[in-house]
């Protein structure tokens, strides 16, 4: 314990979506409520922190001009992927929707624009026709 125990949380996502619309919270809501009982802040080492993609680099020789991040977050997949340099490729079948990635895409703030993906799609088997060649 004390002052200098690292706190390590693996997310923030508040929220993961379930068939039919509907949510449950996510394991963001328990990191934050240990860090208020902790009184510091976690260490985050999934998305959208680069740490894990760093640890994936380095045993694997990635390069990141040719690996794309698929995920159905913009606040973590979407985030991350950008931020280390890789093409991304937002599914549409998680919490965000197309209006949100609009809003971004037309915001000058560079935060927002941060979150804006490459590419789309409604739905990963989108991309089983392209696999296919």
Known sequence: G???CLLVGTNRDHRLPLEGGTAIPGTGCLVKAVETAAQREAFIIGKPNRYMFDCVVSEFNIDPARTI?????LDTDILMGNSCGLTTLLTLTGVTTLDEVKGHQESDCPARQ??????????????LPALGD
Do not use: E, K, W
Not at 69 to 73: A, N, T
Not at 114 to 127: K, Q, R, W
């Open 2 to 4: 004390g002052p200098d």
């Open 114 to 127: 941060s979150l804006v993906p490459d590419y789309y799609v409604d739905s990963i088997a989108d991309l």
């Open 69 to 73: 991040m698929v995920g159905d977050r």
